[in-house]
């Protein structure tokens, strides 16, 4: 099982019940007159409005979450840049030492 599989399971868990809960059915269940008609056209009326509200809010937290990822990965990428100049330059430094050696080496 993945590693970040198992935090993100816990992390879930104690909010399936709020989950559950908040996807049952809330509309009225009643089936006949126009009253009721126009009941159930005024919950999904009133349902559609909240959830365009909740997608406009989601939309913004996605955003503000993805420019925190962008802004990670271009840290990332800058310390990635360092390390591998940082091995590119040993790298040079251990082949000139090695060329030192060998040309002062004793014949």
Known sequence: M?????PVIKSVLPHVGT????????????????DT???QITE???A???NDTHIKDLAAQMQ????ALEKGT?????GYRHA??????SFILSLAALSAVLFMWPK
């Open 84 to 89: 591998m100049l940082l091995g590119i330059a």
């Open 37 to 39: 008609l126009q009941q």
């Open 44 to 46: 999904l009326q009133n």
């Open 74 to 78: 271009r840290l990332a990428e800058k």
């Open 2 to 6: 993945a590693g970040w599989l198992i």
């Open 64 to 67: 503000v979450a993805i420019e």
């Open 48 to 50: 559609a409005a909240a």
């Open 19 to 34: 989950i559950i809960s908040a996807t049952a059915p809330v509309f009225t269940r009643k089936r006949g007159d126009a």
